[in-house]
Structures are given as C-alpha cells and as structure tokens.
C-alpha cells in the first residue's frame, strides 16, 4: 500500500528527497508522515501530513531543514530534506493512518539514508 523511495548517501549539508506512494484515497483521508530509526536508537517521528486537516507537523530536530509535502500528480507525499547532517542518518519509512485516524497503521517498506561528514 505504502512504497518508499529515495534515499541514498549524500554529504553533510546536502539535499535529499524521499517519496511515499498511497492511493489517493490515503493521502486524502489518512495521515501520512515519516518516521526513522538510526542504527542503535527506537524508532522516531520525523513529519507527518494530514491533508483533510490541511496541517503538517515536524520533529523539532527537523523543523526549517526538512518540508513535507503532497504531489497531487504523482500520488505521493515527500520529503524534501535540506541541510543534512550526519545525525539525520537512518532508515526512513512511510507510514499511514486508518483513514480519519492519526495512529500508524500501514507502513511502507524503509528507505536509507545516509549523510557523510
């Protein structure tokens, strides 16, 4: 249902952009958002969207580097990461809401990333 895509190895202070494929019945009833989980560390919220609500929220270790957003064309909700740093290194998965929920209930499959110093 979820499928990630987009990361990969990028140096510190670059960009990277990870995409969500849903139907569009899930982004527009469901929250979608990212999570990640650092090798060693629990798993964390990064940023979620919510489109019915028109409301997007972010980690404060994210807030003003990364930019979550829906492509109404192409189906997906992403993820536009600026300024890396190497402590944003992780697997990042999608995850979606029930629909008019805000629990994760789905989850895509991880996407990694890392960020060189």
């Known amino acids: 249902q979820l499928q990630a895509s987009g990361g990969g190895l990028v140096q510190t202070g670059g960009s990277l952009r990870l995409s969500c494929a849903a139907s569009e019945r899930t982004l527009s009833t469901s929250a979608v958002g990212w999570l990640r989980q650092a090798p060693g560390k629990e798993r964390e919220f990064v940023a979620r969207i919510k489109w019915s609500e028109h409301s997007t929220y972010y980690a404060d270790s994210v807030k003003g580097r990364f930019t979550i957003s829906r492509n109404n064309a192409k189906n997906t909700v992403d993820l536009q990461m600026d300024s890396l740093k190497p402590e944003d290194t992780a697997v990042y998965y999608c995850?979606?809401?029930?629909?008019?929920?805000?629990?994760?209930?789905?989850w895509g499959q991880g996407t990694k990333v890392t960020v060189s110093s």
């Open positions: 995850a979606a809401s029930s629909a008019g929920g805000n629990a994760w209930k789905y």
